[in-house]
């Protein structure tokens, strides 16, 4: 009987493995060398001629939530694509213009928040991906790229999101619900002495704003996360849209000199409304919302804001040492309904360039310098054994922190506030000559941190905030059975300001298995992440923004993921299992009055297809 079933359970996966058989591997690359984009001022765009293979490994495959890509402390809504902020966050050295929406829903577009890449293929590529959770998650997303010519290349990019409310409260209306589609192509002349970059980027993003939840009176929230019978502080939608083109062209005059051209242009909405909001029993105040401005439900509140953004310049090649300097003008509109039109530009010049230490060691500097008096200035090193980054910055305040004006909060800090200073570095050890044992070490003096109060009022530290990250990362395998962790301590003054945890940590393990001469692949594991008590930040819906709240603590939370995924050829299934320690601790909280997903078991598939 057992060989009976073995056989047919052989001849399945035969089958599977036959199915995929015009499938053969190929190199397909990407031509991107460096970040660059509409959502930042700072970044340059630099392509030397330098390709990475597109990452088709089994390894991570069930960590579909982008925010899961951070090893260092996040903090989110607890809804599948909800907002979320990281230790990123702190710079507050990312543009001039910038809104801060942008940083906590980036990831979830496609080409905004770090790489946008572009491709050579030897042969048409496209991936399909799939997954689907039990509390309503849905994920769809894929890619198709082909060069037309050795020199030609076009494709295109879509992702699906929807995550269905986490307490059934409103409806069955999905609590966020987002599209993303972008457009792509390239062009490098036979005799490599002209090359040209376009990208077109659509983002719509919808969500249903619950507002939390109450807590129970003994500061628990209800047992076993009865969510049916919890009350929820508010109805609201919101609406965001962005909109951006680019375009990049250069024209090598020789090795030596070149002349580069880049544009940046975009548009990006958004749209808040409160649909009802309940007065605090036998007070004036509005549950849910920080004392405000106006007591009335209501809120109505629109904004947009129109970018263009040129840079000229010459980028060449001399030996070992590789230059790209320019100037970029950019200019902003911003209007709400309340302000039509309120226009900003800027002059910079920048430099970057770098050398060959030795064949191993590569040095590299930055340098910005705006009309607005805000910069930047950088320098790195690169070793096998090591990387060390260190940088100087001065930023102009987020517009929104200068201006706003809803139903419920208004404020006008024009030419009140001070750049925000901050000067740092962090460097990375590899002592084994591997990527096995990582030791790494940040620091970041920030001067005039900008933030939101518990009032939803613009506050401006007068002094320095300090803050210092060591961290230790280790891999380690054994046959079958392979083991990561990640550690990470936060040593800060400010922490009442920053709101984040001194210990954060991840660990995961796996055992990895491969059948029918490899054709097979299996991973099974788990993965674990915590973090230590903390003061969380609160999130305000209107403002898209964390915001500093003294009332709420968050705990140490571990939260248990379990999966077991599996290849054959280039066909990728995963089953996972989120937050299995639900039942174990009651409080469940990373965000006040948001709880983290419940226990949830997804399934997804990719798919790779190369002609």
């Given at each position: ?24 591997a190929q190199v397909v690359k990407d031509t991107l060398a460096g970040k660059y984009g509409p959502h930042t001022v700072w970044e340059t ?567």
């Amino acid at each position: 009987m057992r060989s009976h079933i073995f056989a047919r359970l052989t001849w399945a996966v035969s089958f599977l493995i036959g199915l995929n058989s015009i499938a053969s591997a190929q190199v397909v690359k990407d031509t991107l060398a460096g970040k660059y984009g509409p959502h930042t001022v700072w970044e340059t765009t630099a392509y030397d001629d330098q390709f990475k293979n597109i990452d088709t490994s089994i390894h991570n495959i069930y960590q579909t939530d982008p925010k899961l890509e951070f090893r260092d402390f996040y903090q989110d809504l607890g809804s599948f694509g909800s907002a979320y902020r990281t230790l990123h966050n702190l710079g507050q050295t990312n543009g001039v213009f910038k809104e801060l929406s942008e940083d906590h829903y980036d990831n979830y577009g496609l080409g905004q928040e770090g790489e946008r890449k572009f491709y050579t293929t030897l042969s048409p590529f496209a991936k399909l991906r799939y997954q689907l959770g039990g509390i309503g998650d849905v994920l769809f997303d894929g890619i198709y790229t082909r060069n037309i010519n050795p020199g030609t290349n076009f494709g295109f990019e879509f992702r699906r999101l929807k995550s269905n409310q986490l307490f059934p409260l409103i409806g069955d209306d999905a609590l966020i619900n987002s599209t993303s589609l972008r457009l792509f192509g390239s062009y490098f002349a036979p005799n490599k002495k002209y090359k040209l970059f376009a990208d077109y980027h659509s983002t719509d993003y919808n969500s249903i704003e619950q507002g939390g939840i109450d807590i129970a009176p003994t500061g628990l929230i209800l047992s076993w996360f009865d969510w049916g019978n919890i009350n929820a502080r508010l109805d609201a939608s919101s609406k965001y849209e962005d909109r951006s083109y680019f375009l990049y062209h250069e024209y090598m005059l020789d090795k030596g000199i070149g002349l580069y051209h880049e544009f940046n242009g975009g548009r990006k909405k958004h749209k808040y409304t409160d649909n009802s909001v309940d007065l605090d029993s036998g007070s004036t105040e509005l549950l849910f919302y920080p004392t405000t401005v106006n007591i009335y439900a209501g809120t109505y509140h629109k904004w947009s804001n129109t970018s263009l953004r040129n840079e000229f310049g010459l980028k060449g090649t001399l030996g070992k040492i590789w230059y790209k300097a320019g100037i970029h003008q950019r200019f902003y509109w911003f209007e709400d309904h309340i302000e039509s039109n309120n226009v900003k530009q800027e002059i910079a010049l920048q430099a970057r360039g770098g050398f060959d230490l030795n064949d191993s060691t590569k040095f590299k500097l930055d340098f910005i310098q705006s009309s607005t008096g805000a910069f930047q200035y950088k320098a790195s090193i690169k070793h096998p054994l090591f990387m060390a980054t260190g940088f100087s910055n001065n930023s102009l305040p987020f517009y929104i922190y200068e201006r706003f004006t809803s139903n419920h909060y208004n404020w006008d800090n024009t030419g009140n506030l001070r750049n925000v200073y901050s000067i740092g570095f962090n460097a990375h050890l590899t002592p084994l000559k591997s990527d096995k044992l990582k030791l790494s070490l940040g620091y970041r003096l920030i001067d005039n941190y900008i933030y939101f109060d518990n009032q939803i009022q613009v506050q401006q530290e007068s002094g320095a905030i300090s803050v210092l990250t060591p961290s230790v990362d280790y891999k380690f395998k054994y046959k079958k059975l392979g083991f990561e962790t990640s550690l990470q301590y936060n040593a800060f003054t400010g922490n009442r300001i920053l709101g984040l945890p001194n210990v954060n940590g991840m660990a995961k393990s796996y055992y990895a298995l491969k059948l029918f001469k490899g054709a097979l692949k299996t991973n099974v594991g788990a993965e674990i992440r915590t973090w230590s008590d903390y003061q969380a930040y609160g999130y305000m819906p209107v403002l898209h923004s964390f915001y500093h709240q003294d009332e709420f603590n968050s705990y140490a939370t571990p939260y248990l993921t379990g999966f077991f995924d599996f290849r054959i050829k280039t066909v990728t299934m995963f089953i996972r299992g989120e937050n299995l320690l639900e039942y174990i601790h009651a409080w469940n909280f990373q965000t006040p009055y948001y709880p983290m997903k419940p226990l949830n078991v997804s399934f997804g598939v990719q798919w790779n297809f190369y002609d």
